[in-house]
């Protein structure tokens, strides 16, 4: 049996990096490509994320970043949480994956980005990007470090459509949030989210449209206020657009402040802790959900 080669990707990435197919990349630090660089992937590539606490991150963890005007060019990415021994484990303790664009600013968990011109666009362009047992929850212990706060596990900031070519995201067993998205518009062919820690979906001020599948599982379990949907507003509405034809399936606490539009998906109740559930075809319309004010 051949042994798997391994290499580590550390601090700061410029030019453009090729990720070769039987590769092993780990981060084991805050990596981030830089404005002007390109990760360039081959198809089936996996990048794991150290878990555990980084003292030399600015975030306290391993994180995979992306930031404004940084460029992604891949087939098929995996991108899993990985122990000490640089072996894939199923337990979220990392800082997650980020991608920032130049579209609106945005800011969350200690990280800003600030719009920019058309020049300082970022450039997003995947098949596939699959997330494992990425992001972290609050510490077990109490702590006045906001760096420790939990963090989601796929995060899109400050990213329009031009911005936005990944036809399908995956995300299971986040730390917290599957996929958020602050300040943000982009589409999806297919999006699946599965067990995460917290919500399911979460926008702040930002549109997402997903054309052919959506799948979110959020299977109710003892923890209060995890939901299907969370939208914020404080820079504007959220909008969920689920496109005429696609195929959902959803499960769990729809979410509340929550308004629904769909002749084909049963209506959402405002009550706590109500299990929802919708498997099927949208085959009269788009559907619509979406909220204007705080919830």
């Given at each position: 049996?051949?042994?798997?080669?391994?290499?580590?990707?550390?601090?700061?990435?410029?030019?453009?990096?090729?990720?070769?197919?039987?590769?092993?990349?780990?981060?084991?630090?805050?990596?981030?490509?830089?404005?002007?660089?390109?990760?360039?992937?081959?198809?089936g590539v996996?990048?794991?994320?150290?878990?555990?606490?980084?003292?030399?991150?600015?975030?306290?963890?391993?994180?995979?970043?992306?930031?404004?005007?940084?460029?992604?060019?891949?087939?098929?990415?995996?991108?899993?949480?990985?122990?000490?021994?640089?072996?894939?484990?199923?337990?979220?303790?990392?800082?997650?994956?980020?991608?920032?664009?130049?579209?609106?600013?945005?800011e969350?968990?200690g990280l800003?980005?600030?719009?920019?011109?058309?020049?300082?666009?970022?450039?997003?362009?995947?098949?596939?990007i699959a997330?494992?047992?990425?992001?972290?929850?609050?510490?077990?212990?109490?702590?006045?470090n906001?760096?420790?706060?939990?963090?989601?596990g796929?995060?899109?900031?400050?990213?329009?459509?031009?911005?936005?070519?990944?036809?399908?995201?995956?995300s299971?067993?986040?730390g917290?949030?599957?996929?958020?998205?602050?300040?943000?518009?982009?589409?999806?062919?297919?999006?699946?989210?599965?067990?995460?820690?917290?919500?399911g979906?979460?926008?702040?001020?930002?549109?997402?449209?997903?054309?052919?599948?959506?799948?979110?599982?959020?299977?109710?379990?003892?923890?209060?206020?995890?939901?299907?949907?969370?939208?914020?507003?404080?820079?504007?509405?959220?909008?969920?657009?689920?496109?005429?034809?696609?195929?959902?399936?959803?499960?769990?606490?729809?979410?509340?402040?929550?308004?629904?539009?769909?002749?084909?998906?049963?209506?959402a109740?405002?009550?706590?802790?109500?299990?929802?559930?919708?498997?099927?075809?949208?085959?009269?319309?788009?559907?619509?959900?979406?909220?204007?004010?705080?919830?």
């Open positions: 049996m051949t042994r798997e080669t391994r290499e580590f990707l550390q601090g700061s990435i410029t030019g453009t990096l090729h990720l070769r197919a039987g590769v092993a990349y780990v981060a084991t630090a805050d990596v981030r490509i830089r404005s002007g660089a390109k990760l360039v992937v081959e198809e996996t990048i794991l994320i150290l878990n555990g606490l980084v003292p030399s991150s600015p975030i306290g963890h391993a994180a995979l970043i992306f930031e404004q005007g940084s460029a992604l060019q891949a087939g098929r990415l995996y991108i899993r949480a990985c122990n000490a021994r640089f072996r894939p484990v199923k337990k979220a303790d990392n800082g997650g994956v980020w991608f920032f664009g130049a579209y609106r600013s945005a969350k968990d800003t980005v600030a719009a920019g011109p058309a020049g300082a666009a970022s450039s997003f362009n995947a098949a596939l997330a494992y047992h990425l992001g972290h929850g609050d510490p077990a212990a109490p702590s006045d906001p760096m420790l706060d939990d963090r989601d796929f995060s899109v900031m400050g990213v329009g459509p031009q911005e936005w070519r990944v036809v399908e995201v995956r299971f067993h986040s917290d949030d599957g996929l958020d998205l602050t300040n943000s518009q982009i589409r999806l062919e297919r999006l699946r989210v599965v067990g995460p820690a917290e919500d979906i979460n926008l702040s001020s930002s549109k997402l449209e997903v054309a052919r599948s959506l799948v979110v599982d959020v299977a109710m379990t003892d923890v209060a206020d995890r939901d299907i949907f969370d939208f914020e507003v404080d820079d504007g509405p959220s909008y969920v657009e689920i496109a005429r034809h696609c195929h959902v399936d959803i499960q769990g606490v729809f979410g509340d402040q929550l308004h629904l539009i769909s002749p084909d998906m049963p209506a109740t405002e009550a706590e802790d109500v299990p929802y559930r919708f498997k099927g075809f949208l085959r009269q319309s788009p559907a619509l959900v979406y909220s204007l004010n705080e919830d």
